[in-house]
């Protein structure tokens, strides 16, 4: 399973606690990841990444294993820690704004 | 006993405030959503349960929720505004030519005669229809496509379409009014548009009487004379008795005739009320006085109304949909200012009281008369 954080608003319109868990078939990377939450999650369409050309939204961060994959492309292999479940995969509202 | 909901949006969430008919003893409910702006929430006129509310973020951008028991439980709904076709361009604010994106909903229109239909103003300015309780969302594209669009060009807040009135009448007319473009009708339910800003003069646009380019703040209409508009412009406010195809002004005596908010009482077409507000950048009550001016007479002769509302130091503004009324037999009037507070008129306008202090600023007023 993939666990992946979310940030507070997110939990809010999800109705989700602060980590949910995912089922994802194939090669684990931030396109598939994503895919798979909104499927779970039809709500968060739009509000991570364009509902259209799938674009992080710019105040949205990806972490993982102590980096920043925010700039990597959607198709790249997330780690391996991320695959097995033995680390979260990081949603971030940026810090800024009041 | 007759009820009355008061539905506040504000810039870290939703509030419902509620009394009943006296409204002198008020239920403060919330924050509904908290953290994000509630640009606007609206309750059907034909199921007062059904309330839709633009939920946005500047992280996570825009969500839409509704409820189907007057607030009470919410459920998000769909999100997804996509223009119609490409998109082309609009004006930047340096007068280069943008592509239009969409970033949020200003306001929403429920349909006078079905629950599940509601429109939505949007910024970059267009118009949205869902006949589905907001599930899915399609433009009605003829408003950007008749002409005009290329030129518009934004106000300070963004090129919003924040004004959207359905009239009763005729179900094929509505007007909209957008910032910094001017007014528009159609008379086919939304497949055609025309601009309808003759009269209108607004020195800062080079052709100040241009037919685009006017920066409207708000629009009013009573229900039972839907040709007769009022207009609260940048500066100006403004009156037309023929559906928009002409204006004229009404400033008269008001102390300034800059502002956003107006509205027109539920009984008497004639009666209508603005906020004065400090402009250009000031943005604040004149000499430190909050004051809702009332007309009785549809325009030009203004009174000050200041019985209950703070009369020095006085500092916060009050937004272009945040002035609402409701239509007990005794008018009341409603408006919610950025400091935080909703006041509430149970007389038409005559004494006032902050039935809240200190919300985060507040965007958006609503009213909803029960039974």
Redesign the interface.
């Known amino acids: 399973m993939i666990r992946v954080v979310l940030?507070?608003?997110?939990r809010?319109?999800s109705g989700t606690g602060a980590e949910v868990e995912l089922e994802v078939q194939g090669r684990v990377t931030q396109g598939s990841v994503l895919d798979a939450l909104e499927a779970s999650y039809p709500?968060l369409?739009?509000?991570?990444r364009d509902?259209?050309t799938h674009r992080r939204?710019p105040?949205?961060r990806f972490f993982a294993c102590q980096e920043d994959l925010s700039h990597d492309p959607p198709d790249a292999l997330l780690p391996e820690e991320i695959a097995s479940g033995a680390e979260p995969f990081l949603i971030i509202?940026?810090i800024?704004?009041g | 006993m007759s009820q009355v909901r008061v539905l506040a949006g504000t810039r870290k969430g939703a509030f419902i405030l509620s009394a009943d008919g006296k409204r002198q003893q008020w239920e403060i409910s919330g924050p509904l959503?908290?953290?994000?702006e509630m640009y606007h929430l609206k309750g059907s006129p034909v199921d007062p349960d059904r309330i839709y509310a633009s939920q946005s973020?500047?992280?996570?951008?825009?969500?839409m929720q509704r409820s189907s028991d007057g607030g009470k439980t919410w459920a998000?709904v769909g999100?997804?505004f996509?223009y119609e076709g490409t998109p082309g361009t609009h004006q930047w604010y340096d007068g280069t030519p943008h592509p239009w994106e969409f970033k949020r909903v200003w306001h929403l229109e429920p349909s006078l005669t079905d629950a599940g239909t509601v429109y939505a103003g949007v910024e970059d300015a267009a118009l949205f229809r869902s006949g589905d309780g907001g599930e899915t969302w399609q433009e009605l594209a003829g408003l950007r496509g008749h002409g005009t669009g290329p030129s518009w060009q934004p106000g300070a807040g963004g090129l919003c379409l924040h004004t959207i009135l359905l009239d009763p009448s005729d179900p094929g007319r509505m007007y909209i009014a957008i910032s910094a473009a001017g007014a528009f009708r159609t008379d086919d339910g939304g497949s055609n548009w025309k601009p309808i800003n003759r009269g209108l003069h607004s020195q800062y646009i080079p052709d100040a009487a241009a037919e685009i380019g006017h920066c409207i703040h708000h629009m009013s209409m009573h229900p039972s004379r839907p040709n007769v508009l009022f207009m609260q412009k940048h500066w100006d406010v403004m009156r037309s008795d023929d559906a928009g195809d002409s204006w004229r002004e009404i400033s008269g005596n008001l102390p300034t005739d800059f502002g956003f908010a107006m509205d027109v009482h539920a009984h008497e077409p004639e009666t209508i009320y603005v906020v004065p507000i400090k402009s250009d950048s000031e943005h604040f009550p004149l000499e430190g006085k909050l004051r809702v001016y009332r007309s009785r007479v549809g325009g030009n002769e203004w009174e000050a109304l200041t019985n209950g509302l703070p009369q020095q130091d006085c500092y916060v503004n009050v937004l272009r949909d945040a002035m609402a009324v409701d239509s007990l037999d005794e008018c009341g009037i409603y408006f919610g200012t950025t400091g935080g507070q909703v006041y509430a008129s149970p007389d038409a306008g005559d004494h006032w009281t902050a039935i809240v202090h200190d919300l985060p600023p507040v965007l958006s007023v609503e009213v909803q008369t029960l039974p």
């Not at chain 2, 973020?57 to 825009?62: D, E, H, I, L, T």
Request: with cysteine; glycine share 20%; proline share 6%.
């Open positions: 940030p507070a608003h997110l809010t319109l709500m369409c739009g509000t991570i509902h259209v939204r105040f949205v509202g940026a800024a704004g | 959503f908290a953290g994000w973020s500047g992280w996570f951008g825009q969500t998000p999100n997804k996509g």
